[in-house]
């Protein structure tokens, strides 16, 4: 009798392990790359980094062969994100038009990324009357873009509403850490600092 509980139990261990979990999960990791991609061609910069090669000991190459065999697979589902739509390719396109405009303000600090994706006014007190009017139209277009581009991405993806302040929040990272030394940005904490 414990014999054959044994077995009974071997097999439901078996099957357990055979099981594949499929996980349907925001798709944070791939709207970071389309953001940074976005990012450096808005501003014309490319990342010159390699990426990384993985370490490839012993140790950790024994642990992924074993994990191979025992327990359960989990594979993702795979989502690409649509950055590549006409509306899509258009805001890229009217914010690297736009971003020639804004570049004098960010090195006088008179504007900086916040913590949302969005341009925020900073410091505008040394600024004349036409420069802050200029300053006021340029990031009105350039937040406005910005808007529509997260919400773009959004609808082109099929995400749900409650998607559009995490989108956000991935362009924010991508916008303050492509950022210039010297320029304004927000912590996640809304307080804000120069960038190093």
């Known amino acids: 009798m414990i014999r054959k509980l044994r077995h009974i139990t071997l097999g439901f261990v078996l099957v357990f392990a055979a099981c594949v979990t499929v996980n349907i999960y925001f798709p944070a990791a791939a709207i970071q790359k389309a953001a940074d991609e976005i990012v450096d061609d808005v501003r014309g910069t490319k990342d010159q980094k390699q990426p990384e090669e993985k370490k490839n000991d012993k140790q950790s190459s024994i642990i992924d062969s074993l994990r191979g065999i025992i327990g359960p697979k989990e594979a993702h589902a795979q989502i690409n994100i649509e950055v590549s739509t006409p509306a899509i390719r258009s805001l890229k396109q009217a914010m690297a038009a736009n971003f020639p405009q804004l570049k004098p303000f960010y090195d006088r600090g008179a504007i900086g990324e916040n913590n ?6 900073r410091d505008t007190g040394s600024l004349s009357l036409k420069d802050k009017a200029d300053l006021n139209r340029v990031v009105s277009q350039e937040n406005g873009n910005r808007n529509a581009l997260y919400n773009e991405i959004m609808k082109a993806n099929k995400l749900a509403a409650d998607s559009l302040p995490k989108i956000q929040r991935i362009f924010a990272n991508s916008w ?8 304004w940005i927000q912590n996640d904490g809304g307080g804000w600092e120069k960038k190093r």
Do not use: A, L, N, Y
Not at 116 to 121: A, D, H, L, N, S
């Open 116 to 121: 949302m994706g969005f341009v925020e006014p």
């Open 176 to 183: 303050r850490g492509k950022s210039q030394p010297g320029w």
